[in-house]
T-cell receptor, first 117, second 112 residues
């Protein structure tokens, strides 16, 4: 399978614990996105990377959230001191941006569902 | 600030009907628009990507059109089937950035 891969698919944790999600994008894709989705809503942008550079972060991303893409390949999203309001589906997407083009089709993974008790 | 609206929020139709889903956006300076399908508890599956220079794109029973000047896109589904039941989302880039803004989706149910 050469699609976007996310791990774990489900995570249940207690309030105050730290959690980390991993995303492996499609191998040749240089852009990687993190989104958060709650029930009945569309995905909300969190952050995105061009190669290893984090180019934009949403105001939704509080100090408790951090994302990395150390070698421009896989990415991790860490949430520290989780709160019940962090319960959501965390979605990763990747795309390829050619030097001559702004466009690139987004491909999503299956998501990581977080439940904070 | 880019805002995306999808109408209707939910739709229930008998099998075989042709149907149209609508997506409107506030900032017409976009370089593409993408339609996705989402099944319950799953990730998003890309259906169609329309570049800003295109007016429409087709894939099988799906046809998407784009009118940048009016800030609208439509997704046309021909001869709907129960397997088409899902939430359909559209996404456009936010002004001057490469982040995508999503609508809240149209929840479609096709009855056998």
């Amino acid at each position: 399978d050469t699609g976007v891969s996310q791990d774990p698919r489900h995570k249940i944790t207690k309030r105050g614990q730290n959690v980390t999600f991993r995303c492996d994008p499609i191998s040749e894709h240089n852009r990687l996105y993190w989104y958060r989705q709650t029930l009945g809503q569309g995905p909300e942008f969190l952050t995105y990377f061009q190669n290893e550079a984090q180019l934009e972060k949403s105001r939704l991303l509080s100090d408790r959230f951090s994302a990395e893409r150390p070698k421009g390949s896989f990415s991790t999203l860490e949430i520290q001191r989780t709160e019940q309001g962090d319960s959501a589906m965390y979605l990763c997407a990747s795309s390829f941006r050619a030097w001559h083009s702004d466009t690139g089709e987004l491909f999503f993974g299956e998501g990581s569902r977080l439940t904070v008790l | 600030k880019q805002e995306v609206t999808q109408i209707p929020a939910a739709l229930s139709v008998p099998e075989g009907e042709n149907l149209v889903l609508n997506c409107s956006f506030t900032d017409s300076a976009i370089y593409n628009l993408q339609w996705f399908r989402q099944d319950p508890g799953k990730g998003l599956t890309s259906l169609l990507l329309i570049q800003s220079s295109q007016r429409e794109q087709t894939s099988g029973r799906l046809n998407a059109s784009l009118d940048k000047s009016s800030g609208r896109s439509t997704l046309y589904i021909a001869a709907s089937q129960p397997g088409d039941s899902a939430t359909y989302l559209c996404a456009v880039p936010s002004s001057g950035t490469y982040k995508y803004i999503f609508g809240t989706g149209t929840r479609l149910k096709v009855l056998a």
